[in-house]
């Protein structure tokens, strides 16, 4: 398979899975099941969470080798300069979370569904980041980052995408938006992986040596999701055990993907 025809499934494939998991509100009558909803979210904070340490900070860490004991430098400062550009997206950039009436981010008079596809896109950004880079490091055919790593990555986050964009389009559809409507904004909300992805690859092709910062930057922002938002969703009032276990399988299954295949 050419760099190109890989280049193209790596960036479609989380895309693909968003848009499969909207379509879900064509098949499914009702709500998702609140303890259903809370594995869900545990299940997608696992996925970051292992694809931020074994295809994001642990490449990282191998590509700054030759800094010796420092090598830890260029993860660490990646790390919290993601966590503080998610920070600061998320205090002004306006959206709605599910099961709230409380919009966060600056003042807006945007609609409620348009908050709620906002906050997902907040959501699906660092993914769209995560997979640029190592896509990157891949085509430029680093030691650390390899194709097989950049298909796993985009396998894992594709797998947790699917019940995310059920997660959005499930809740426009009750609220009375129609199913069309609630399957395109579902769909519109993983546009952000791609543009994420496109984007971060245009800035390492710029400015290549960045490309430890740039993992382990990738990195911090899906931690900061998972912490932030995933985790306490999975965990707010009863059956949050569910949550727990919903992160541990996703954590394992991306672990094992990783191992195994990248």
């Known amino acids: 398979m050419g760099n190109t025809l890989i280049a193209v499934f790596v960036l ?44 994001l900070i642990i490449p990282s860490i191998k590509m700054s080798e030759n800094m010796g004991r420092a090598s830890f430098v260029p993860a660490a400062a ?26 966060e981010g600056i003042h807006s008079h945007l609609g409620k569904s348009a908050m709620l596809v906002c906050a997902v896109t907040l959501h699906n950004f660092p993914e769209g980041m995560a997979v640029g880079v190592v896509l990157a490091g891949a085509l430029s055919n680093s030691a650390t980052v390899t194709t097989a790593g950049a298909m796993t990555l985009a396998m894992g986050i594709a797998i947790q ?76 009032n009863i059956h949050s055990n569910i949550g727990t276990v919903g992160a541990t399988l996703g954590f394992v299954l991306m672990m094992v993907l990783d191992v195994a295949l990248g």
């Open 12 to 55: 479609a494939l989380p895309f693909v899975g968003t848009v499969i998991g909207s379509a879900m509100v064509f098949l499914i009558r009702g709500q998702i099941s609140l303890k259903f909803e809370k594995f869900l979210m545990g299940f997608a904070g696992g996925i970051m969470i292992a694809a931020s340490v074994w295809s």
């Open 78 to 103: 990646g790390v919290l300069l993601g966590m503080i550009f998610l920070l600061v997206l998320d205090t002004t950039l306006p959206h709605l979370h599910a099961h709230t009436d409380k919009p």
């Open 161 to 236: 995408n699917f019940p995310e964009g059920a997660i959005v389009s499930m809740p426009l559809y009750s609220a009375g938006g129609g199913k069309r409507k609630a399957f395109l904004y579902g769909m519109l909300s993983g546009l952000a992986e791609p543009v994420g992805a496109i984007l971060t690859i245009s800035i390492i092709s710029l400015v290549h040596p960045a490309l430890p910062y740039i993992l382990s930057f990738a990195a911090g922002a899906m931690m900061y999701v998972v912490v932030d938002e995933l985790v306490p969703q999975s965990q707010a």
